[in-house]
């Protein structure tokens, strides 16, 4: 299998780093946060990983005292991060400094240390809501009244086109990723995205010449414009339904999706292939290729989940296959689905002509 056991991984102890703050409400905000924020960043990680808090001023604990709690835990790592907006003196000149004294004092751990928080994308959909609590009436007022779904589909593909970060797209890319921005409601998703380099070329190709789509799950398949497919001939199949037709149960130590994609096997050659929901599925599909049994002509993974969906979307993303992916838990039927009508919409484009550009059918 594609994921390694806990056991392969060193224990690493992850120091979340802030300033600290003078004062009697310092002294109990830092502390506070910074725990809060330990707590949220320890299911994204390994079950090996130990979070702490530390303030390099002012604040308990500090640096050191956080590196000595950690080695009492037989950490072999310790990690950095430093909870500041920009790498000023601290963190280019006073953090460095102390890394090194660590080094020469435990020189059987590893040290490092993370980049800071920065101007992250994130934190522009964050400061506006921040301003948005402070002066509610500067919020944008849209006037409520019956419109047509053309209407609100071509203001919603404004305002995300206007939301988007800069990022180094194609133009096939970009629609693909306003309509998963549009889908999710979400505009840090964008810079999640990721494309293989052939992945719109493929799958532009594969639903011009109508070939199928498999789905993981029927979320998905329904999620799906079968309007827009028809148009091209491409049957979408549900691998679940397939394996019920097939009266095959499901095999031990499988999901009933991972057994439905070994079931569909050379049915998935130079299909596009949709799995949103089931990370057994996709690692099941990625077996399937690495042992050059199949080769679709396009996999979209967004599995969604704490468990095996992250692992398996990197696993995806390391074939030199043609793929759409999301970095992280992220992900879920529509958004494949999604992925797929947008995909659709760009062959009806190209097909027929500008004028009938619309795509339909998220849920």
């Known amino acids: 299998m594609f994921l390694r056991e806990k056991g392969d991984i060193a224990k690493t102890g992850i120091i979340i ?82 890394i090194e004294n660590f080094k020469r004092r435990y020189p059987q751990v590893q040290f490092a240390i993370a ?7 994130s934190f522009v959909g964050l400061t506006a809501r921040r301003i948005a609590e402070c002066a509610p009436d500067l919020l944008s007022v849209v ?64 639903i011009r010449l109508g070939r199928p789509i498999f789905t993981d799950v029927r979320m998905v398949s329904v999620a799906i414009n079968r309007h827009l497919a028809e148009k091209f001939g491409c049957e979408v199949y549900c691998a679940l339904d397939e394996l019920e037709l097939a009266k095959i149960t499901q095999e031990e130590g499988s ?22 929901n089931s990370p057994t599925a996709l690692l099941a599909l990625l077996e399937l290729v690495s042992s050059k049994k199949v080769t679709p002509a396009l996999v979209v993974g967004t599995p969604v989940g704490f468990v095996q969906a992250k692992e398996s979307k990197e696993e995806l993303m390391k074939l030199d296959i043609p793929y759409i992916s999301i970095v992280g838990t992220r992900g879920g039927s529509a958004l494949a689905g999604a992925a797929v009508n947008a995909l659709l919409g760009l062959a009806e484009r190209s097909a027929f002509g500008e004028k009938e550009i619309r795509v339909e059918g998220e849920v």
């Open 17 to 98: 780093l802030a300033h600290g703050s003078r004062g009697e409400k310092g002294a109990v905000e830092v502390p506070k946060v910074l725990q809060r924020i330990a707590e949220g960043v320890r299911p994204f990680l390994s079950g090996r990983v130990e979070v702490i808090g530390a303030a390099l001023q002012f604040n308990r604990p500090s640096l050191e005292e956080a590196v000595e709690l950690l080695l009492t835990d037989s950490v072999k790592r310790i990690v950095i991060m430093p909870y500041f907006l920009f790498p000023g003196r601290h963190i280019t000149e006073h953090v460095p400094q102390l």
């Open 255 to 276: 999901t009933r999706s991972g057994t439905a994609f070994r079931v569909l096997g050379e049915r998935l050659n130079e299909a596009i292939v949709a799995i949103g």
């Open 143 to 206: 006037r409520m009244s019956l419109v047509s779904p053309q209407l609100i589909e071509q203001r919603s593909m404004e305002i995300v086109e206007g939301l988007l970060p800069p990022l180094e797209l194609s133009r096939e890319e970009r629609v693909v990723v306003k309509r998963l921005v549009h889908t999710a409601g979400d505009r840090d998703l964008a810079s999640l995205i990721r494309f293989h380099p052939v992945a719109t070329t493929m799958a532009l190709t594969a």
């Open 115 to 121: 980049n800071t928080l920065g101007p992250d994308e």
